[in-house]
């Protein structure tokens, strides 16, 4: 039930559910359509000088050697939106196609689609009252750009407006983290020059494909501040960023109550921050003022006030988690401040997931080091062992690289450089960039600052590396094998457990396919031997033990 891909199965599946539902049933809000009069609509046709270089004005986007697009826009919220579409409308519309075209794969029952659609439709209601005219204006402008191809589910507008809180609705809906990321900062004496470090993996997983295509956006808007974000095609929403003022912006996915509508996507919080907000002070007043429906945590780095604070939202909750006589901070998916200490959800999370786990494990690495470099702050997030270097498996949820990272990424407030990992997940070279050289010299072709690259990891050209991957490619075939009742060879199973031998993971799946076979001895010592590895969270030890009780029932052990 818990395992990391039934998990983002499950939660894919309520995501495109809601994109593709929510967006069906809220005709009621297409008199919302924001009002773009006195914006710019005419933008000049885009040019393409190459198949990786694009340009319309002073506007451009780039895709540079290490796989990153880099996107330079600027203007009023339309002119951003209708700019933004036009650069990146290949890379928008794959993203549409990655999400939409696997609906029916998750949802083929028409009956089901269209009970949920009713539900959705309620509680997405009101959540365009949630939403800044300037950013519905900027997802209008965007939505020129929409795929036609599904204008059958809802009109572009309708979908790019709700696919901004399509994370959230699903965190919300199935109660889960989706995002389990993890997180750090480090000033004063804790880094090698006394300044602000911060460093953190944004482990959202929504399929290989989707994570191939990422954009380093630099906005420059005719009102707040200068910024860049990574993000994707289709999304003006924050996940990782930092301003002109060195002001910061992670999330980390926490746990509270389910909400009964839809409110400010969190994403949507994190942008109207990070392009008005210049410390931490304006950042938390912003942050008070809008109302969310899921839980997160968001670290605020600052370089004015020269250290990082977690915010800390929920639908009904809202806590500072600051750190006055430290030098480091650190965030994984519990709640830390005073206003959640009696909050039941986030307990139990904090016992029973993996997110104290791996904040251990920061403290731990973090402790190892007397002072922090960028260098060291990668080599941190790229960290794949347990506890004391224990060997966990790849792929385990309790390391910090999870081996699933959209992308991972390191900040110096103070000085405006921040650095971005390239693909595979954390493991490409991190590509760094000046926001001071980028805002003012945005025409330059290369954005980057390449003299202060850091090198990929060599772990993606070893043997373990490559059994890695066979192990993802086998365990979705046999749990395919699984869902169909098809026969697994023999020796598809031992290629699968000796690809990955310290993961628990793979011992639970070929236990499971055992037990459903009959081979009932074969599953009991398969699933003892699962016993004996890291396994992720509390829930997932709770099944192992229950398949090993009701197989030792069986055989009248």
Same mark, same amino acid.
């Given at each position: 039930?818990?395992?990391?891909?039934? %998990?983002?199965?499950? !939660?894919?599946?309520?995501?495109?559910?809601?994109?593709?539902?929510?967006?069906?049933?809220?005709?009621? !809000?297409?008199?919302?359509?924001?009002?773009?009069?006195?914006?710019?609509?005419?933008?000049?046709?885009?040019?393409?000088?190459?198949?990786?270089?694009?340009?319309?004005?002073?506007?451009?986007?780039?895709?540079?050697?290490? *796989?990153?697009?880099?996107?330079?826009?600027?203007?009023?919220?339309?002119?951003?939106?209708?700019?933004?579409?036009?650069?990146?409308? +290949?890379?928008?519309?794959?993203?549409?196609?990655?999400?939409?075209?696997?609906?029916?794969?998750?949802?083929?029952?028409? @009956?089901?689609?269209?009970?949920?659609?009713?539900?959705?439709?309620?509680?997405?209601?009101?959540?365009?009252? #949630?939403?800044?005219?300037?950013?519905?204006?900027?997802?209008?402008?965007?939505?020129?750009?929409?795929?036609?191809?599904?204008?059958?589910?809802?009109?572009?507008?309708?979908?790019?407006?709700?696919?901004?809180?399509?994370?959230?609705?699903?965190?919300?809906?199935?109660?889960?983290?989706?995002?389990?990321?993890?997180?750090?900062?480090?000033?004063?004496?804790?880094?090698?020059? =006394?300044?602000?470090?911060?460093?953190?993996?944004?482990?959202?997983?929504?399929?290989?494909?989707?994570?191939?295509?990422?954009?380093?956006?630099?906005?420059?808007? @005719?009102?707040?501040?200068?910024?860049?974000?990574?993000?994707?095609?289709?999304?003006?929403?924050?996940?990782?960023?930092?301003?002109?003022?060195?002001?910061? %912006?992670?999330?980390?996915?926490?746990?509270?109550?389910?909400?009964?509508?839809?409110?400010?996507?969190?994403?949507?919080?994190?942008?109207?921050?990070?392009?008005?907000?210049?410390?931490?002070?304006?950042?938390?007043?912003?942050?008070?003022?809008?109302?969310?429906? %899921?839980?997160?945590? /968001?670290?605020?780095?600052?370089?004015?006030?020269?250290?990082?604070?977690?915010?800390?939202?929920?639908?009904?909750?809202?806590?500072?988690?600051?750190?006055?006589?430290?030098?480091?901070?650190?965030?994984?998916?519990?709640?830390?401040?005073?206003?959640?200490?009696?909050?039941?959800?986030?307990? +139990? #999370?904090?016992? +029973?997931?993996?997110?104290?786990?791996?904040?251990?494990?920061?403290?731990?690495?973090?402790?190892?080091?007397?002072?922090?470099?960028?260098?060291?702050?990668?080599?941190?997030?790229?960290?794949?062992?347990?506890?004391?270097?224990?060997?966990? *498996?790849?792929?385990?949820?309790?390391?910090?690289?999870?081996?699933?990272?959209?992308?991972?990424?390191?900040?110096?407030?103070?000085?405006?450089?921040?650095?971005?990992?390239?693909?595979?997940?954390?493991?490409?070279?991190?590509?760094?960039?000046?926001?001071?050289?980028?805002?003012?010299?945005?025409?330059?072709?290369?954005?980057?600052?390449?003299?202060?690259?850091?090198?990929?990891?060599?772990?993606?050209? !070893?043997?373990?590396?490559?059994?890695?991957?066979?192990?993802?490619?086998? !365990? #979705?075939?046999?749990?395919?094998?699984?869902?169909?009742?098809?026969?697994?060879?023999?020796?598809?199973?031992?290629?699968?457990?000796?690809?990955?031998?310290?993961?628990?993971? =793979?011992?639970?799946?070929? *236990?499971?396919?055992?037990?459903?076979?009959?081979?009932?001895?074969?599953?009991?010592?398969?699933?003892?031997?699962?016993?004996?590895?890291? /396994?992720?969270?509390?829930?997932?030890?709770?099944?192992?033990?229950?398949?090993?009780?009701?197989?030792?029932?069986?055989?009248?052990?």
């Amino acid at each position: 039930m818990c395992l990391k891909n039934i %998990v983002f199965k499950r !939660s894919l599946s309520v995501i495109l559910l809601v994109f593709l539902l929510a967006s069906c049933g809220i005709s009621k !809000s297409l008199h919302d359509l924001p009002n773009v009069s006195g914006y710019n609509n005419a933008i000049p046709e885009r040019i393409k000088t190459s198949d990786s270089t694009f340009i319309i004005g002073d506007n451009r986007l780039n895709k540079n050697k290490q *796989g990153l697009w880099e996107l330079y826009v600027e203007g009023d919220p339309l002119e951003r939106g209708l700019i933004t579409g036009s650069l990146t409308q +290949e890379l928008f519309n794959k993203q549409e196609r990655i999400f939409l075209s696997k609906v029916n794969d998750f949802v083929p029952s028409k @009956t089901k689609q269209a009970l949920l659609r009713k539900f959705l439709a309620w509680f997405n209601r009101k959540m365009y009252l #949630h939403i800044p005219e300037e950013f519905k204006a900027e997802i209008y402008g965007l939505s020129k750009y929409a795929s036609s191809d599904f204008n059958n589910i809802a009109n572009p507008y309708l979908r790019v407006l709700y696919l901004h809180g399509a994370h959230d609705i699903g965190h919300a809906l199935q109660d889960l983290a989706l995002v389990g990321c993890s997180s750090f900062a480090a000033w004063g004496d804790k880094t090698e020059d =006394g300044h602000l470090l911060i460093g953190r993996n944004f482990d959202f997983y929504a399929g290989d494909d989707f994570a191939k295509e990422k954009i380093i956006a630099f906005v420059n808007p @005719t009102e707040g501040h200068k910024f860049m974000s990574v993000t994707w095609g289709g999304m003006i929403g924050v996940v990782s960023g930092m301003n002109e003022h060195g002001l910061t %912006v992670t999330i980390n996915a926490g746990k509270s109550k389910i909400p009964l509508i839809a409110k400010t996507p969190i994403s949507i919080l994190n942008r109207e921050i990070l392009q008005y907000a210049s410390n931490i002070d304006e950042a938390i007043t912003i942050a008070k003022k809008r109302q969310v429906f %899921v839980s997160e945590s /968001i670290c605020i780095g600052s370089a004015k006030d020269k250290k990082a604070i977690i915010i800390e939202v929920s639908p009904e909750n809202f806590g500072i988690y600051d750190v006055p006589n430290s030098n480091q901070l650190i965030c994984s998916n519990h709640f830390q401040s005073d206003a959640y200490s009696d909050d039941k959800k986030n307990r +139990e #999370h904090k016992i +029973e997931s993996h997110s104290q786990y791996r904040y251990q494990r920061m403290e731990e690495l973090l402790g190892q080091q007397q002072r922090i470099t960028p260098q060291i702050a990668v080599d941190i997030l790229r960290n794949k062992e347990g506890l004391q270097n224990k060997n966990i *498996g790849f792929g385990n949820e309790k390391a910090l690289n999870q081996l699933l990272a959209h992308h991972a990424i390191v900040f110096k407030p103070e000085q405006r450089l921040v650095w971005v990992s390239s693909n595979p997940y954390q493991l490409g070279a991190f590509v760094a960039y000046n926001l001071n050289e980028v805002f003012k010299n945005p025409d330059k072709n290369l954005l980057a600052n390449t003299e202060l690259t850091i090198e990929k990891d060599r772990f993606q050209f !070893s043997k373990a590396y490559r059994d890695y991957e066979i192990y993802r490619k086998l !365990s #979705h075939q046999i749990k395919s094998s699984i869902k169909k009742d098809e026969a697994v060879s023999p020796t598809t199973i031992s290629n699968l457990l000796k690809s990955n031998p310290e993961y628990w993971e =793979g011992y639970y799946i070929i *236990g499971e396919y055992y037990y459903k076979k009959g081979y009932l001895t074969a599953a009991l010592n398969i699933f003892k031997t699962a016993k004996t590895k890291e /396994i992720t969270t509390v829930p997932d030890e709770r099944n192992v033990d229950l398949y090993i009780k009701k197989l030792k029932r069986k055989l009248n052990l």
